[in-house]
């Protein structure tokens, strides 16, 4: 019975040791130990000796060179980290430090080694963007290509985009597409921005109704309209004319923007690229009540440039047209091109057309109603058309032609008269000011206190009238 009683206390001896060998920490948990108390100087003796005998497991090159980068080793933090990369480096911590070391050292190689590993052990979108950044930086487009496809899924779309440029570039044209339709519908609703090459392929490929789709709703985001003017000339060269002028006419976002804004700014391009007949047709669809100086503006330049084209009929015929219609709107146009006509031309520029100019709807434009007036000789009635006009802050050539008309119909106490009611009620644009006075001047009008400069809602206390009636 001694033997067995002999083994048993041998194997449990035995155990014993191995429980207690099992609790003496390994070399990386003591250098971690060291590490946590502090201990950095040591951690570091630790695994450089450890180093110098020869280990090269992936572990103790990873703590070589972290605490080798730490102490302010760098030559043996440098040599470390690169036989680590040039094992099989697993640990993400590491692979970022080396990131950072080698971007320090201004090592263009070791960090594109280190972002390499590091988005294929732990894809990141931060680090898959930065990796492209470099790549692209120093033309290596097609490293560049790979790793975009390989995480397409933690792409944003400017990087999705970029994407659709590279497989474009390649040929690729329906994997660009595709990709560029994806980064088209992952923006915010509410950013600004401009997929003209997903526009430019739809358009190539006769999708045309989704690229008008998608390019009005860039569109609806614009302060101006020179992002839109390439995608509209390049439907008017595939043909789709339609499409390019419901682009043009989709409204700005700035606000207080006129919806015709974008058309007169449209008609200008147009023209300057001798587009006169589509120029022609942008007209036809100015919508606003309000009209603006610049769609006055580019009424008198498309009329300009279409009779210096040797138009001049097909101008004709588009306002008696116009003139002739049920349609208010469509009177008002003609209206405007009656008065570009006339403004170019003067009185012999209406021909035919001033049978159509009744004073029903003359009212419609009281400015040119005046102008016309005038010029039959017929100052009474330029008088009431001008009474009836509308000044606004922003056109103020209109406002000038509005005084210039005033002081040949009015007398001059008539003219103060207006610029004073004007004034009162607040509706004198301010470059009218100055012209205020001198009429009140010239009227000898005395009126104490009143000051043409003064806030519009001060006037009447300042003894200014609020009606004509109100002079003496």
Do not use: C
Not at 102 to 122: H, K, P, R
Not at 226 to 243: F, N, Q, T
């Amino acid at each position: 019975m001694r033997r067995p009683l002999s083994l048993a206390i041998i194997a449990i001896a035995f155990g014993a040791g191995l429980a207690a060998l099992a609790l003496i920490p390994s070399e990386l948990e003591h250098i971690s130990m060291l590490e946590r108390d502090g201990e950095i100087e040591s951690a570091t003796r630790l695994a450089n000796t450890l180093y110098d005998r020869g280990d090269r497991r992936s572990a103790i090159l990873a703590r070589v060179f972290e605490l080798n980068h730490t102490v302010g080793d760098a030559s043996r933090a440098d040599k470390a980290l690169r036989e680590y990369l040039a094992g099989t480096p697993d640990s993400p911590r590491t692979l970022r430090k080396a990131a950072e070391f080698f971007e320090l050292e201004q090592d263009l190689e070791g960090t594109l080694s280190a972002l390499a590993n590091l988005v294929l052990i732990a894809p990141n979108t931060a680090y898959v963007e930065k990796l492209a950044r470099l790549y692209r930086l120093h033309g290596r487009f097609g490293d560049e290509m790979a790793l975009l496809e390989r995480n397409r899924s933690l792409l944003g779309s400017d990087f999705l985009t970029r994407l659709g440029g590279l497989l474009a570039q390649t040929g690729n044209l329906a994997g660009a597409v595709q990709t560029l339709r994806v980064a088209d519908d992952h923006y915010p609703a509410d950013q600004e921005h401009y997929g003209s090459l997903l526009f430019d392929l739809l358009v190539s490929s006769s999708a045309i109704d989704e690229a008008l789709r998608r390019a009005s709703r860039w569109a609806a985001l614009d302060t101006s309209i020179y992002p839109r003017l390439p995608m509209i000339l390049r439907l008017i060269e595939s043909g789709a004319i339609k499409e390019a002028l419901a682009l043009a006419g989709v409204p700005l976002s700035k606000p207080g923007s006129s919806p015709d804004a974008p058309r007169a700014g449209v008609i200008w391009a147009l023209l300057s690229r001798g587009h006169v007949a589509l120029a022609g047709d942008l007209v036809e669809q100015f919508s606003d009540v309000k009209v603006t100086r610049e769609r006055r503006e580019a009424i008198t330049s498309y009329v300009s440039l279409a009779v210096a084209r040797g138009l001049l009929g097909e101008i004709m015929a588009k306002t008696d047209r116009l003139l002739r219609a049920s349609d208010e709107r469509q009177k008002k146009l003609g209206l405007a091109l009656s008065s570009a006509l006339f403004e170019k031309w003067s009185f012999n520029g209406l021909g035919p057309l001033r049978a159509h100019l009744s004073p029903e709807l003359a009212v419609l434009d009281p400015i040119f109603a005046a102008q016309v007036a005038f010029a039959e000789k017929q100052p009474a009635m330029a008088s009431f058309y001008l009474e009836q006009a509308d000044l606004t802050e922003d056109d103020e050539s209109l406002s000038m032609l509005w005084l210039s008309l005033a002081e040949q119909s009015f007398a001059p106490t008539n003219l103060a008269r207006e610029l004073i009611r004007r004034r009162s009620e607040g509706e004198l644009p301010s470059i009218l000011l100055p012209h205020l006075q001198l009429a009140v001047r010239q009227a000898g009008l005395v009126m104490p206190g009143f000051d043409p400069f003064g806030a519009p809602s001060l006037a009447a206390a300042q003894g200014a009238p609020r009606s004509m009636g109100a002079l003496p």
